[in-house]
């Protein structure tokens, strides 16, 4: 196992290295002053300009150095400044990863402990009255738009607010703007808040997870050795729990860690709807604005979050699967 | 021939009688057993021998409640004397793995490959015995260690992906005998193996019916493999008994066309140079609509107008019973030979 983790660990920073790669030339491509360089280019003496303003940008140097202290850069935290409200990169991707990583972990392990016990459940009576509904509501869900359902929601929770009397589910933003409270306070105006949004990407999730628990959990029903362990005497439960779930877990965690990734840098349309500040707000923004070190400094986070969360689904993996391990 | 003396005498270990099987499919109800009735006596081995979808495979499985829900079994299974059909889960779950215990066809696929073959043999010994993780995992490698696997104490935390084939058999053979049961019951047990190492699993397996004591029932399609071992053979075809008695004088004198087609087709080392192996021609009926009468007249040479009429039950001929309407002219036919 420890060869494994290591050796996974080596591959992750190879990764690393490409996403960097990639993040760099993505931006680095695209000339950032296209528009000026039309201008100039009609006036006297603009070719100078532009050589200038080449100098001051470092576009005159070769990629490879570009990349070099960009590189440096990033690993010194120097992710430079937002070119449409001046605040430091580094500054907005720390406000806005832990809105968008509360959102998503608390939609995440809600949803796989949910899709785990639905998919399971349906297996062991398959065809059931219990696996016919929750056939029919992954579908449904499975089905609807993000955006549709979130907005069904919000009106949902804003109809049940006024049939209360009382404010429970908050439609917009992450928490009360200028909140004065205790710890606890903040907290429950935090859960107020998470409700509805993480309602909407746990659906989606939810009828994702529980469909391919069920097909995995049929599969592994069906296979030679849960007969064998039934031949053993081993009791229908421990059968369930001891030999058939470990196996049928592997292509879930599979999945999680595929959707966990993209989610980080992902849910956009929920934040949108629900007005959140998270990490795929910021990535709309600064691609509308043109922001480049925003761009850039986005890209690198996102890659670097999906090569942890690729990491830990890989350990996981080889925690569960044996032959894993060994290959 | 060390089978009981008289077998009559003493109450089975497990009596299958007029034990019928339906598959309801889409297409229809299959017919996987028809009536078919059998005991097997302390200490004694039993082969069942036929042809894929013969119903072989269907009727231990029946006798261990290991068939899917929508199996409709009738007739009955009793072990020593207690009706197995009618048992609670809970109850079949205490004869399962210790009074009747099985092999499996695939080692490939028969064990988990998330779990250490010695913790699955553990698992077995806890399962019925309540002992403490660490005695019951050095049953674990006593059993390794008898069925032959080499470096038992250390083999013992090897994953299935890690043993061969023919080792991993050996394993599933360790995990069948680790509560000593009465009936073992070997359901092709080398058949997805490699010939060279048939034969030695095939050892492994009658010395694990010794050392446990049990009464062993082998499913096969090889006469080959039945030559060896048993001392009661029956021979099942489209659901029913063709021929069944003491394995010397079925395999010595077949009264039942189909049992000495079988036997035609085996290749033999005593045989003279040109002797040709005979083939049955056709194939088995489909289990949907089982031909009327005799199942196996359709590919039999032996077949006149009252096979395909009248459905034969079995009688005896000479020292077995067969179920043929021609029983006779095959007995005299191959003490000709």
Known sequence: MLGYATRKLLISVVVLFFATLVAFLLVATVDPIAEQRVFLLSQPGGAEQIDRLEASLGLDRPLIERYGSWLGDMFAGEMGTSTDNGRAVTTLLGEAIPVTLRLVIAATVISVILGVAVGVASAMRQYGKFDNISTFFAFLFFAMPVFWLGALLKDLGIRFNDWWGRRIFFTIGEQSPRLDADFWGTWADRAGHIILPALTLIAIQLAATSRFQRSAMLDVLGSDYIRTARAKGVPRRRVITHHALRNALLPVVSYTGLTFGTLIGGTVVTEVVFNWKGMGRLFLESLLNGDVAVTQGWLLAVGISVIIVNLLTDLTYGFLDPRVRDG | ?337
């Open chain 2, 1 to 337: 021939m060390t089978g009981p003396a008289n077998p009559k005498a003493e109450v089975p270990v497990l009596s299958v009688q007029d034990l019928e099987v339906v598959f309801p499919s889409t297409d229809g109800d299959v017919q996987a057993v028809r009536g078919v009735s059998w005991d097997i006596y302390e200490g004694e081995v039993l082969a069942i021998a036929g042809e894929s979808g013969s119903g072989k495979s269907v009727s231990v499985m029946a006798a261990l409640g290991l068939l899917p829900p929508s199996a409709q079994v009738s007739g009955s299974i009793s072990y020593r004397g207690q009706d197995v059909t009618a048992m609670a889960d809970k109850e079949l779950e205490k004869l399962r793995g210790s009074a009747i215990s099985m092999v499996f066809q695939d080692p490939m696929t028969s064990l988990n490959p998330v779990m250490a073959v010695g913790a699955q043999i553990a698992e077995g010994v806890r399962v019925h015995q309540r002992t403490k993780t660490a005695i019951a995992r050095s049953k674990a490698v006593e059993l390794l260690h008898l069925v032959g696997i080499p470096n038992a104490s250390q083999r013992v935390d090897s994953y299935p992906h890690e043993l061969s084939g023919g080792m991993r058999q050996r394993a599933m053979i360790a995990m069948a005998i680790a509560n000593d049961p009465d009936l073992l019951i070997a359901d092709e047990p080398t058949t997805a193996l490699d010939v060279t190492i048939q034969a030695q699993v095939l050892d492994v397996l009658e010395r694990a019916r010794e050392a446990a004591g049990s009464a062993l029932v082998v499913i096969t399609h090889d006469l080959g493999v039945v030559a060896r071992t048993a001392h009661r053979l029956l021979v099942m075809y489209a659901g029913r008994i063709a021929e069944t008695g003491m394995a010397d004088n079925v395999f010595e004198r077949p009264a039942h066309p189909y049992t000495a087609g079988l036997l035609g087709a085996i290749p033999r080392l005593d045989a003279t140079k040109g002797t040709r192996l005979m083939p049955i021609d056709g194939t088995p009926p489909s289990m949907l609509a089982p031909p009327p009468g005799c199942a196996f007249a359709p590919r039999c040479p032996r077949a006149t107008e009252i096979c395909s009429q009248e459905t034969p039950e079995l009688r005896p001929i000479g020292n077995q019973l067969t179920a043929c309407h021609h029983a006779e002219d095959q007995y005299g036919e191959a003490e000709d030979v």
